[in-house]
């Protein structure tokens, strides 16, 4: 598979939350078209509905998709295992205000970067199955 990585940073630069970067760059791998997958993950923006309280609408985009590819819920757990563990040990949390630096005044990643992150960490998963 040739990797989409900077297409879904292309995407999130130009007005897709971090979960619809994601989303929208696979989804035709999942049959679904971009303007569904769009409206699904508009929710998961900023840590979900604004939050910043929750994980990272990223991470979030790449399991989402990952489960709509390989439909079978056992490895969509242990991919999605895989891709949190290696979010988190590239940027320490997987909570948006800690990425964004809003509780120590550090931003551990930018969300263009966490989108990259995500969308490499979901391909390494797609290559897999």
Do not use: H, W
């Not at 990585?5 to 970067?21: D, P």
């Not at 997958?37 to 990223?58: D, P």
């Not at 991470?59 to 999605?80: C, D, E, F, Y």
Request: charged share 25%; glycine share 10%.
């Amino acid at each position: 598979m040739e990797s989409r990585v900077e297409q879904a940073a292309e995407r999130k630069m130009c007005g897709y939350n971090c979960a619809q970067a994601v989303a929208c760059t696979y989804c035709d791998l999942a049959g679904i078209d971009e303007e569904t997958v769009r409206n699904l993950t508009q929710g998961f923006a900023a840590g979900i509905g604004g939050s910043m309280e929750a994980t990272c609408g990223a991470v979030i985009g790449a399991v989402n998709i990952l489960g709509l590819i390989n439909k079978n819920p056992q490895r969509t757990m242990q991919g999605s295992r895989k891709i949190i563990n290696r979010f988190k040990g590239q940027n320490g949390t997987l909570i948006c205000k800690e990425l964004k630096g809003i509780t120590d005044g550090v931003v551990k990643r930018e969300c263009v970067d966490c989108v990259r992150d995500a969308a490499a960490f979901l391909e390494a998963e797609l290559a897999d199955m």
